[in-house]
């Protein structure tokens, strides 16, 4: 079988997510306006089929609100918010459900839900955020790590948010991702943890230790998504000005970087969470209805037989 086209864009994902029969998806506390119209956007699409655990009241209403008289979806009643992402999480690990999302609750509840040892959903010892979005020159997707949920992690823990992403990448057709290790400046400095945690990891690529792609670094932003910065600053690394995945320090530098890629609206965004049994749809309460649907539709894209 030949080997998969590398998806390049948002609406590529739109139309890998197609190609699959449509999964259904356990939304928990689906109380919020953008949530309940991306969700009627990707049924419509044949991406989903909603499966809504929530306050029925609520979903009903919002719908009415919003003229989503044509939409399809299932309700099933918890006015409770941590017991509506238990059944949500029970769903998916039954399989009555293949995807899960976060609705209207905190993420803190949502986390506490799906890395419960009784029923959660853990499958890698860690899990991890991946965002997505469009880059040009070349024109390709780019994935980037930890946004939302490892606070500072260290050395063995970046490894596994790497090789997360990698997963991921691989899923979406990058055969060998090329991935940039990031810090505030591309040589390595011992008062800058960050550039030996980013030397150690390409290193460790080097020898085999993390496999499926290539690494490079310590590498500033710049340095790694532009070739003209690459070449001003005398770079020279198959990764450098080409990055599939820009491995983030901390959450603090992901989560600015996704909050200012979202603001600025250039370039369509997409979100979620990695290392789990199932696609966890893991978005900001204030993401755009947009981003939200983006993310649903990878979701969906994981799935597909490719």
Not at 83 to 95: H, M, Q
Not at 138 to 159: G, H, S, W, Y
Request: glycine fraction near 6%.
């Amino acid at each position: 079988m030949p080997a998969m086209a590398p998806v390049t864009s948002i609406r590529a994902v739109h139309a890998l997510a197609r190609q699959g029969t449509p999964r259904t998806i356990a939304v928990a506390c689906p109380h919020d306006e953008d949530v309940l119209l991306s969700l009627h956007k990707a049924a419509s699409a044949g991406l989903v089929r909603p499966l809504l655990i929530g306050r029925r009241d609520r979903i009903e209403l919002l719908c009415e609100q919003l003229g989503l008289t044509t939409f399809w979806h299932e309700i099933i009643e918890c006015s409770d918010d941590a017991a509506a992402v238990e059944l949500a999480v029970r769903k998916v690990r039954s399989g009555e459900a293949q995807m899960l999302m976060k609705g209207l609750v905190s993420t803190g509840t949502f986390l506490k839900g799906v890395l419960n040892k009784e029923f959660g959903l853990r499958q890698r010892p860690l899990l991890s955020h991946v965002a997505v979005y469009e880059a040009t020159d070349p024109e390709r997707l780019v994935l980037f790590t930890d946004v939302a949920m490892n606070i500072a992690p260290d050395l063995a823990q970046k490894a596994q948010i790497l090789e997360n992403a990698v997963g991921l990448a691989h899923r979406l057709g990058i055969e060998c991702p090329r991935v940039a290790a990031i810090a505030a400046v591309e040589t390595v400095n011992p008062e800058m943890p960050a550039t030996v945690d980013a030397a150690s990891l390409a290193k460790m690529a080097d020898r085999g230790q993390i496999k499926g792609c290539v690494v490079d670094g310590p590498l500033a932003l710049d340095n790694a998504l532009s070739i003209e910065a690459a070449r001003h600053k005398g770079i020279t690394s198959a990764v450098a000005g080409v990055a599939d995945v820009l491995l983030l320090p901390n959450i603090e530098a992901g989560n600015v970087l996704y909050k200012i890629l979202g603001l600025v609206k250039v370039w369509p965004l997409a979100a979620v969470m990695v290392g789990a049994s199932a696609p966890v749809v893991l978005t900001s309460r204030a993401d755009s209805g947009e981003t939200k649907f983006n993310s649903i539709a990878l979701a969906a894209a994981i799935l597909c037989e490719v």
